[in-house]
Structures are given as structure tokens and as C-alpha cells.
């Protein structure tokens, strides 16, 4: 499974979109996902971590370096299209720490 950070306005949506001016919808794993979330979101309290099955996305998924590149650091799943709704099983809460920062919710992490 991958993952993607969505605000709760955002989700349910009929299909998940890459950005303006990316040719990619940003993706995570479960060990990379708190890097962008603590870079982009930090103390934010609207977002939810949706689940996706790769097997069901319909377009090309390639791991890449991260946008900005971190040299020698970790690599992440990007979509190249949009992510249909059919293609998340799985909607999680993903609130801050009281420090502000994120960590994998406790139902992913037991997998």
C-alpha cells in the first residue's frame, strides 16, 4: 500500500488529482509518510492519510527521489495521473502530536 495526505475538505473526492504544475500526485509509505507531513502540514489538524492499493490505480506508479531531492535520502511512490476513489480501501485520522509533528496511526502501524 501507498499513502496520501488529504485535508478533510478534500476527501471524499471522485478521483485525487496531481497539484497545480505537478505532473505527479505526491505519495508516501508507511515509513516516509510523517517526512512530508511534518514538512508541509505541520500542526495541521484537518488531514486524514488515505490507503491505496497500488493494483488498482490504472496509471504509471514510480518511485523517485523527493520533491525538493534529498541527496541520499528516501525515495516515495509518485502517481503519475489521478487516483480514483476506488483505489483507496482504507481512510485514517492523521491528527499531530502535541508537539505538532506526525507519526503513522496506530492502525498501519500494526500491520
Given amino acids: 500500500m501507498i499513502l496520501h ?3 478533510t475538505a478534500g476527501w471524499p473526492a471522485d478521483e485525487i488529482t496531481p497539484l497545480d504544475g505537478d505532473e505527479f500526485v505526491h505519495c508516501s509509505d508507511p515509513g516516509t509518510v510523517h517526512l ?22 490504472g ?26 476513489a476506488s483505489a483507496v ?9 502535541p508537539d505538532g509533528t ?4 496506530a492502525a498501519l502501524a500494526q500491520r
Avoid at 506526525?102 to 496511526?105: A, K
Fill in 89 to 97: 480501501v482504507g481512510v485514517h485520522e492523521f491528527p499531530p502530536g
Fill in 5 to 7: 495526505i488529504v485535508t
Fill in 36 to 57: 512530508p507531513a511534518d514538512r508541509l502540514f505541520a500542526g495541521r489538524t484537518d488531514l486524514l492519510l488515505l490507503e491505496v492499493d497500488p493494483a488498482r490505480l
Fill in 59 to 84: 496509471v504509471p506508479l514510480r518511485w523517485e527521489a523527493g520533491s525538493p531531492p534529498i541527496p541520499g535520502g528516501p525515495w516515495f511512490p509518485h502517481v503519475y495521473g489521478p487516483i480514483p
Fill in 102 to 105: 506526525f507519526e503513522l496511526p
